[in-house]
């Protein structure tokens, strides 16, 4: 597309949203023309986050109550930062508009309509467009994403897992099944709603888990998986609440397909691995591969779009133990988002991002 | 009265709340009997606060709703950890029945109903009880705690703004006039409620002020100030939020009565400073004196019902700045309130609370 | 012994060293007369800890350099707060004044000097004390501490894993082998030490893994483990970082010895799990076994000795998920020290603990 | 000069020199060539700061040991974030050799070598620059750093202050004595050094006064004041630590010049202020003024080289209460830092900053 794109931005008010809205007001070929909120509109959106009051383009920024014709009329590209549910909604009738949409809910992310009801609860409320979705993780469907016009950014959690497994797996290097997934994740992830849980005093000084065994992020955590492995994968995952505003921290125990029985065969797997890593991801500008001097943290990524991953095998268990860090709200949403809006209009990947 | 004391929680499943309970529960001369709470009614304590599991006595306890009868048949003590407004529901009713009562809130703290007014932004609900109702600060009000009837339970900000000027102001050591208080406040003093200004996300590295310059704890600050200073004083206040979860911290800014012009005068007035806090609170259990080297820290306090006091002479610019530290839900709340109880019944002012 | 009994701290002025000086203040049948640090040699001890100035027996203690005859004279138990190595270099001359020593180290855990080795990369001080030293986790060395000369208190994360799997080992209700600990953990777990990597700002908004897979705690863990299951056990142990003073978060990932295939099987199963852990700590004061829909969380064993266990059956991987939660300088190290002081005694075992 | 300009920066390893590095390798006129730490030297930069491993230009870098003259071969402008003292060893010969020096730390913030040593504690090292260097406060020295060859970047608390005040003070809108400083800060504020105080554990749910009444920094602050008020001023300043990485409140407490006796006076004095503030800033693209339903947050302004900036007027007291919010190590540091740059080097003053 031609630059500046105009883009719309559906449901502001949220973190995802109040992020797309920092990435979109800096990004070199985007114009923010539209962003709506039910619940703000009306406000000036300097007003609403008074840190965007210093870029000129935000100063004349309105919340608007969310309107299919008027976004429609506004922008090229609409990003959804809404709830399951009400993303689909909009979607519909924005693709109807002729829209490219990109939807950070979950609404498009499932392949199957009876899996979406399964783990949401609740029928899909538009299971013809699940089969056009694109599942927006650049590293892996970044020339579907170039022609899409319907595209499901990934959650949070199962970006921070499935970078790091999908080469594994698609080298054989680890057995498909007995994955676990350990996550600690950031209280944002809660989103910004009034919840007696996510009270700074609830959240200070605490750490637990929560939404287990059966998390709603396993069906597209699974579904890439399998895709990838041939074979149905059902992992194990954990996520927990820590304090602090943002980020993911997700340990990953692995099997490896052969197991090693001395410190030889240890290195050869080990270089193996090394050279996964590399092919999949050295040239990613989002994927930073540590050395095995160094370990993911959380602080590393905050604020940008790129994901930590290292890697150390165990030789007492035999285990290869994979770790990732990255921005739950950045590359776990909406800097994601924006990586594949510059895909899907033909810009450098990077834009706006680094 | 004779030990063990009935005592009941009307409100307890907020912070002041859940905190009597924890203090009540340990309590070798209370006998905690009822706890209520209209969100929770029919919870079992144990299930509400998984903490207080371990503590036999909370293992029958269940939470009801709030009903006078059944209150004032099963408590002689009732703490009321309620809104304002509707604490003076409660507490005139339970007068009635006999039972003492002791109010967190500020429905009582203020001897003239206008004020309350100007301050609250309602009519009081009980005027005839304003000037019936005890001041709950020990250190000043001892002796009429022993014989109150209802006791009103300072504020947080009061607290730690109260007991390090009144010495001063009542030696006439300092100006009446002119006083700033500048507090800093953790995010428990907000409550439990659910308000999206207090979520983690919101309150994690962020500082603010908010609600000044006319706090509704004013009134009750200036009531006491000018008491005592036998004339009317009206300060400056600022509370900000800060996030910890616990823990008051005020810095105050005074004005010597009798300016100092060197070294020698300030060495005098110093050790007229010294002596007068000496005097005041050298045998409280609850005040700590730190010397000269040492000041305040909300991490020293917090869990205890002490609030550390400092001050330091300012040559350059002939201030007197003094430092205090109080944890807002103990000293400055459920602790006092505690305080409060033994005094009134006749038990070591310590029970329970070192 | 005879009430109270006369104790005293080597190493007072750390994290551990601060809890066991709080907890034996407040305790009823101990008399602190020693506390000890190099660092702080000659500091009144309400000078390095202002927190304790208001307890009336913490105003005559000053920090001593550590001597041991001066230690002997004055004090039945020992608790040594020192790093490894460096407490059985007290322990022994201790022991031979006819001290009793409670070790918060890792000094005397293990029963093999081989092993410590391995793990500590240094010979043993004291090889000959190993055998004679009890493991004080008094849940499952109870007679033993009764009776002990030199406990060697836990680790914390051992304690937060063993008190979880032991019950399920010894039943025969996982299997030995596959085990995993993930683990978080508070600051406060890495000493009060100057070390950049535990400034706040590092901490702070930060969540990484370190020490793994070999982390030091394996060995004693290992050794317990494969004592219940009568065969050498090795597990998987991660250890993370995370922006909390206190608590362990441990998530212990268990296969079920006989697999479910359905419902009724999985039923049965978890019937057999609640009574297995009923057995092993319904009358334990200090383990909370939580029901099926709450989950253990940092906050509510902060500042106690309580242990919190809640476990969850996967039907869709078959694994059985057990998640504890403590506080790693009260359960992890220094309450569980005051508790088999207490058993040491015969005083109750709950004494100045709850 | 000819962009991009070649930068170096002389400590780069502390969270000041940090944050220069993520500001200049973003800096599209800015090409950094020389990244120096005696402690790291030899590291590569992105080893270091993994976070800096994504950008292209850095992962050619490496920290080398501060040489002057190889400093002075590979840049033209030189940012030193280095100790006090320390700084003015390189400024010295670095101008000597042609570079322009902008320095972060105190040692040419004032104009008078006795102040420095009054409140530095030694002997100003080049007294003899002191007044050719220019105070690196844009928005009072714009003229002046175009043209410098030594810039002094202020300090954080007193960008934080004198930027509220100048504009008042100026106009003669408040009185020049009696201002009171009451400010807030993140622990990063402390330095990436190793100390007890900092640790997380010491920081956290703790909040302090410190290094009152008579702060290094009043120096630099009454300097700036005096200068504009015509007359020596005096100001109370007290610093506050507070558990948040970044960021700096500060609550100024300030006397009209002409006091106001009713709503029609105070609201006037009001339109006087609102102008005077807009005279001042409303240009500048890094003062943000808040309009009177909003207050300072620095959560508004982390990672930005913005300061908010608010004020109210109290009826009660007649006070002017005026409150603003920065990035202690941004706009408190290396943004200002690079703002001055940008302004010496005749590029967009927004360049790379927003």
Redesign the interface.
Known sequence: MKSPVKVAIVGASG?SGEELVRLLL?HPHAELTTVTSRQQAGQPLA?V???F???QRAQSLRFADPNVDSIAQQAEVVFLALPHGVAAEFAVPLLQHGCRVIDLSADFRLRNAATYQEFYAHEHPAPELLTKAVYGLPEYYREEIKSAKLIASPGCYPTSILLPILPLLREGIIKPNGI?A?S?S???GAG?????D?????????????G???HRHLSEIEQELSKVAGTTV???F?P?L??????I?T?L?LAPAKHFNNAVEMKALGEQITACYKTAYAHE??V?L?DDQ???????????N?I?IAW?L????G?L?V?S?EDNIVKGASGQAVQSFNILCGFPETSGL?
Not at 192 to 196: L, S
Not at 314 to 317: G, L, P, V, Y
Request: some cysteine; charged content about 25%.
């Open positions: 973190y800096q007003k986050f008074p840190k009051a210093s870029h676990i350990d600690l950031g209280v944002s910004r709603k009034a919840d007696v996510y009270l700074f005093a609830e959240c200070n000084e605490s750490a637990r888990a929560y287990f065994p059966k059902t992992i194990q954990t927990h820590i304090p602090v505003n943002r980020g921290l340990t125990y500008p989002f930073r540590l160094s370990l993911p943290d959380t602080k590393n990524v905050t604020g940008t790129c930590e150390r165990d030789a007492r268990t285990r133990i770790l860090a680094i």
